[in-house]
């Protein structure tokens, strides 16, 4: 059984387990909603059922999979020699649908079953085990172990003259002064 269902502003034929993209339609990942503008309802070999504009009571029922954006759309401007141009993008939002059934009288199939489906009491324990694994896998830190002549260091001074007689950087040299420019010689300097 197929149908041809109007959403978004345009026309899809579907039938069941069918993926469709159409305009955004708000629903979380896994929720089941239904199309209720339905153009035309057929079966292979019977003529199929036009509606005047929609068929009555025929409905579709979908499963939201994700919500997406299309690819990007440049939108380009140009007026030429005016040096005038202008470059936007656009990214539609989108619902990828799996067709779950076509209902030509409009009853609502059953829920799918979903494989995915815990308690939140299941969830913060999976939650508090998972938490309790990563620090027992956290490596422990140790202390830097000391060299030999940094222990010697250390009970050699005892620790207020260690903070006493810390070293201060050395003063800084003032740069050294250039040489004068030499005068080119004359006649004078030369004679003497």
């Known amino acids: 059984m ?5 959403t978004g502003g345009k026309q899809v034929r579907v039938a069941k387990d069918d993926r469709i993209t159409v305009e955004k339609i708000v629903g979380e990942p ?21 509606g005047a504009p929609a ?8 499963e939201v999979v994700e919500q997406k954006k299309s690819d990007k759309v440049v939108v380009f401007k140009k007026n030429r020699r005016k040096n005038y141009r202008r470059t936007k993008g656009h990214r539609q939002e989108q619902t990828v649908l ?12 059953k829920a799918p079953a979903k494989a995915k489906t815990m ?3 299941e969830g913060e324990a999976r939650a508090k085990a998972k938490e309790a694994d990563s620090k027992a896998a ?51 300097d030369t004679e003497e």
């Not at 197929?2 to 109007?6: I, L, M, S």
């Not at 068929?55 to 979908?62: I, T």
């Not at 070293?167 to 006649?187: N, R």
């Open 2 to 6: 197929f149908a041809v269902v109007k």
């Open 98 to 109: 799996k067709i779950l059934e076509v209902s030509p009288t409009g009853t609502k199939p």
């Open 30 to 50: 896994g929720a089941m909603i239904e199309l209720d503008t339905v153009l035309m309802v057929g079966e292979d070999g019977k003529a199929p059922t036009v």
């Open 138 to 188: 956290a490596p422990k830190k140790t202390p830097a172990k000391k060299t030999p002549a940094e222990k010697a260091d250390a009970g050699a001074k005892p620790a207020a003259e260690k903070n006493t007689a810390a070293k201060k950087p050395a003063a800084k040299k003032a740069p050294a002064k250039k040489p004068a420019a030499k005068k080119p010689a004359t006649k004078k």
């Open 119 to 121: 308690k939140k009491d």
């Open 55 to 62: 068929v009555d009571k025929a409905k579709v029922f979908a």
